[in-house]
T-cell receptor
C-alpha cells in the first residue's frame, strides 16, 4: 500500500551542527506535507508544513525541502540544540483524507 | 482552551473492561482525528470527523472500537472488552481543515492506556 517512510531511524549530531532528516513518500497525489516533533510523554508538535506547489519553505532554524520528482521530503535544522532531541515524523495529506505518518526518526543531540 | 485536551492522561484497566477516552478539541476546529501510538512506533490512524459529514472509520482495528463526536466538539473514543494489545497511547488532534483545503493537525498529549 501507499506509505510515507523515513530513511534513517536514528540520527546523532553534535550540538551546533546542522541536522537533516529525510522522508520518502509514495503517493504522488499527496499535496500537503507536515513535519512534527514529538518529545517523550507529549503529543506531536507541528514544526513546519509545505504544499506541493512549493519546493522549499523556511521557518525559524528549520527548512523543509520537497522534491516531487523523486517523492522526497527533508527537514533541515540549523545549529542543532539539545532541546531539538526528539522523534521527528513526516506526514502526508490529500484533500479530504486522513494524515498518514511515517515511522519516525530519533534525533539525538550530543553536547 | 489553548490546545487540545485529553482525559484521562493515564488509564489502567483490566482485560475485558470497557474504557472511554475523551478529547476536547481547539474551539472552532471542524476536523477531529484519533490516532494510536504503540511504544516506539509511529502513529496509526483510527478515525476522522469532519464537520457534519459521516466519519471516516477506516482505521478502527475492530468492532470493539467506536467513537462519537457530540455537537461538533467533544469526542469520545470507546474501547469495549479491552485486550492487552489495546495498550498504547491514544492521541487526539484537531484542525481547521475542510475538504477543500488543509491545515496542520494540533495534537493533545494523549491518553496512555494500559490493559493488565
Amino acid at each position: 500500500g501507499e506509505s510515507v517512510g523515513l530513511h534513517l531511524p536514528t540520527l546523532s549530531v553534535q550540538e551546533g551542527d546542522n541536522s537533516i532528516i529525510n522522508c520518502a513518500y509514495s503517493n504522488s497525489a499527496s499535496d500537503y506535507f507536515i513535519w512534527y516533533k514529538q518529545e517523550s510523554g507529549k503529543g506531536p508538535q507541528f514544526i513546519i508544513d509545505i504544499r506541493s506547489n512549493m519546493d522549499k519553505r523556511q521557518g525559524q532554524r528549520v527548512t523543509v525541502l520537497l522534491n516531487k520528482t523523486v517523492k522526497h521530503l527533508s527537514l533541515q535544522i540549523a545549529a542543532t540544540q539539545p532541546g531539538d532531541s526528539a522523534v521527528y515524523f513526516c506526514a502526508e495529506h490529500r484533500y479530504g483524507n486522513k494524515l498518514v505518518f511515517g515511522a519516525g526518526t530519533i534525533l539525538r543531540v550530543k553536547s | 482552551g489553548a490546545g487540545v485536551s485529553q482525559s484521562p492522561s493515564n488509564k489502567v484497566t483490566e482485560k475485558g473492561k470497557d474504557v472511554e477516552l475523551r478529547c476536547d478539541p481547539i474551539s472552532g476546529h471542524t476536523a477531529l482525528y484519533w490516532y494510536r501510538q504503540s511504544l516506539g512506533q509511529g502513529l496509526e490512524f483510527l478515525i476522522y470527523f469532519q464537520g457534519n459529514s459521516a466519519p471516516d472509520k477506516s482505521g478502527l482495528p475492530s468492532d470493539r472500537f467506536s467513537a462519537e463526536r457530540t455537537g461538533g466538539s467533544v469526542s469520545t473514543l470507546t474501547i469495549q472488552r479491552t485486550q492487552q494489545e489495546d495498550s498504547a497511547v491514544y492521541l487526539c488532534a484537531s484542525s481547521l481543515a475542510s475538504r477543500t483545503g488543509n491545515s496542520p493537525l494540533h495534537f493533545g498529549n494523549g491518553t496512555r492506556l494500559t490493559v493488565t
